[in-house]
């Protein structure tokens, strides 16, 4: 028992280590890693573009007047929205997108390409007044070769139209005003200037191949002994003579060792392309897996015959085998997986930016699903930031990815159709080599296709993978549903009811799906709502974080084993092994344009705050395989409940009333299938009891502890503490361990807490707080649309804040709206900003107001007379203090000494 105990603590203090750890994420570019030294260079195209929203004439010329235009950043997502940005608000129509930049010096005869990972809408681009491409589709990338076009040494002028209007002739189709999440609009994904050599390796989203373009990568013969790793290349010629080369490819280690190398000779015909194919062999492989995600750098470099190189890419690749097998449920690396695999949809939505969410924002969702105890993630309904992609990856995270599409088909227009299949292949070229991708979802969500469509989707990813370890899913009743793969179902035979039953074994039983007619495997893609209508749409899972305490236990204990027959975690762990898993609809909550509010039913509301609801779920890890965990979900306020329910993962929970009365709840895991049930300490909390307590001098023991037991040792504790007198601001960085970046792009959020002296939040404060800010940052949003100053909810405010293109030191102030002697103490937070790791390409940089800005975004006093009349407002504060605690006094003698 000891050495358990040991390891555990072992495990939690190397695992807090791993916590405070800054984090510096590798993020791909235009669909590769850099391989330094390599001939490709890579420049942030983010910065500097002039814009304007609206339709507008000649925008396009090159002497067309934009001085007068903003000067914002990308990615941008046309505007900035409140948290109540649903009900179809937001700005639909034309907007423009203008670039002045200079090519940097020593690119010379060089390729040049700009990628653009995704404008949402359609969209047109012209450099230097010519029209060079024209994109339909909101979710994916394209590229532009600029080589013959550019003026080297000169300023040009890359121009760009956006429109995200309603338009039914590519997906998804669907009117914004009838959608269950928002469209948004701009270039709010990343832009990219890629320099190569006239010899290159190609990217597959520009090319034209099918099963080809740029890195292809699959597995055979794969065991824990050794693996195939089949490696295919497409290398493009833009000189006008064949050239002979030499072609390297090298699997490293995650820490750079080199684990197989294999040199080959390749011509390369004039202004063609070729592709290249190679077999590495490597000894004991480290498989990826959720628990293990162990990436594999793989490099390709084209050599001269000289070995001077001319290109090179890296991919990370995680080398593991998928299978479905039917009854006998879901195997990885030729062994059973042993867990349903659990997980949340996700929109890349994010409070006042929309979707134009910045890489590290990608990382952060990620990082949160996966302390979350997520294991899966469905694509909400569109291919996600490569960003996110690469984090599901790096972290463990099996991704479902899904084509663009939403209850939506163009039925007099072909071409919806054959965009569609554009989309697909796109897609599936984007992240074949992704370890993250469980399943594609070709066909779009819940819509009314015809079967030779399915049939053309599904046979179109097995095209697009070479290798074949690729899977396709679609819904079980779905017209087509024949060819796939994988079929989505909930574990009954429907997923939303008219009539609620209670929650009992033979109910379960009347009403499951059949298992026994069908020979492949299931998963359920959306789980957890549960509406009364389609109009009203009131649920039990849609809680919105600031309605407290009572109504996200409701939310909490839909999503565990709610009382009445549903699809639950309780639910899908009764499944047999052929039902693989299930994903909650939703992880986050998100806007809406066919309804007047959010959707509600997120772990975490839009700035990622977390609700009981995620204290669920991240209750569900096994703590052999995270740390122990515990959690109080009852906050000791005059309103709280009387139960006292605890979230654990351990054997059994212990707690501990006021240092007096001890209690002891067991899960039955005999009678519950999921990791770790509620514990439910019923009729255990009394406001009356706190009273009594604070009025007879033992305000000490006021207190709840709960302890987590595992084989009867306490290996985790937690303590929850009433707050008191409100005292003052507090700022936390909500940052994930992941730096701000100084390239005019990056953000990261701030969130401000009201608190007493103990720090213990006060859920029930209204207060307004006001942020002010100095140094290399700027705050996103004002009054307009209600961020600052801002509302407590629930005790917190949340803060954006986004960097410049210099890395340095960054102040945020936060006090309440009105400050006076009895006000709350005002909050400040200091932290800086790095450099950016990739060289940025700009002309104009978006004006930022140096110094301190009020609410108004108005130059404020100078930091010095306000740190001034702040140090006297604060030994008034204390002074003041002084005074009202003879005022206390006095209230109890006038009460009668207390004995009421």
Known sequence: MKQVIVLVLLFIASNLVAQNKILEPEYSVAGFFEVPNSGREVFDFNVGWHFYKGAIKGAEAVDFDDSNWDVVTTPHGLELNSTQASGNNHYQGEAWYRKHFTIPEGIGQKKMFIHFEAIMGKSKVWLNGELLAEHFGGYLPFGIDISSKVKKGEKNILSVWADNSDDPNYAPGKPNKRMDFNYFGGIYRDVWLVTTSNTYITNPNYVNKTAG??????????????????????????????????VLYTLKSKDGRVLAKKLEKASIPASSSKQVKTTLKLKQPELWSPKNPYLHNLEVSILTKNKVILDGVKQKIGIRKIEFR????????????????????????????????????????????????????????YPA??????????????????????????????????????DIKNMVRRDRNRASVLMWEPVLNETRYSESFAKNAHDLVHTEVPGGNAFTVCDGHAIGNKYYDVLYSHPFKRGFYNRLVPNTPENNKADALNYDDEDRCFFTREWGDCVDDWGAQNSPSRCARRWGENAQMVQAIHYANPPYRYTSLEALANTPRQHIGGTLWHGFDHQRGGQPEPFYGGL????????????????????????????????????????????????????IKYQRDTLS????????????????????????DLKNLNRSG?????????????????????????????KKVKLELAHKNISLVANGSDIITIIASVVDENGVVERLNNDVIKFEIEGEGKIIGDQTIMANPVKIHWGTAPLLIQSTTQSGEIKIKASVLEEGINNISRGEISF?????????????NPKVKQGLQDKEGNSAESSTVDELKNKVLLLEKELNEIKLKKVDKQQEVFEGGGEH
Not at 392 to 415: H, S, V
Not at 665 to 688: L, T
Request: aromatic share 12%; charged share 25%; with cysteine.
């Open 213 to 246: 373009g740029g890195l292809a990568v699959h597995y055979q013969n794969l065991s824990e002994k050794q693996v195939d790793v089949i490696v295919q290349a497409d290398i493009a010629n833009d000189e006008s003579s064949i050239n002979s080369v030499l």
């Open 326 to 381: 039917g009854k006998d449920g879901f195997y990885l690396n030729n062994k059973a997986y042993e867990e349903k695999l659990i997980g949340s949809n996700r929109h890349q939505d994010y409070g006042y930016i929309g979707n134009a969410l910045p890489n590290s924002g990608q990382w952060r969702d990620a990082i949160i699903l996966k302390e979350a105890g997520c294991n899966v993630v469905r694509a909400a309904h």
């Open 385 to 422: 930031d490569p960003a996110f992609m690469d984090a599901c990856d790096e972290l463990g995270l099996f991704f479902i990815e899904a084509t663009p599409g939403w209850q939506f088909w163009n039925k007099t227009n072909p071409l919806f159709e054959q965009r569609i299949y554009e």
């Open 604 to 655: 975490t509301d839009v700035f990622r705050q977390t609700k009981y609801s995620y204290q669920l779920f991240k209750s569900q890890l096994k703590p052999n395989d995270d740390e122990p965990f515990i959690y109080i979900a009852n906050e000791m306020t005059p309103f709280s409940p009387s139960d006292i329910p605890v979230f654990t993962n351990c054997e059994e929970v212990r707690l």
């Open 665 to 688: 709840i067991r899960p039955d895991r005999e009678k519950f299938k999921m990791n770790s049930p509620i514990a439910i300490f019923k009729d255990e909390f009394y406001f009356a």
């Open 698 to 726: 033992k305000k000490k023991f006021a207190y709840l502890e709960a302890q987590g037991l595992i084989d009867g040792e306490v290996v985790v504790s937690t303590k929850r503490v009433p707050s008191s007198r409100t």
């Open 832 to 844: 800086s900003s790095i450099p950016a790791r990739v060289p940025l390409v700009f002309t104009d």
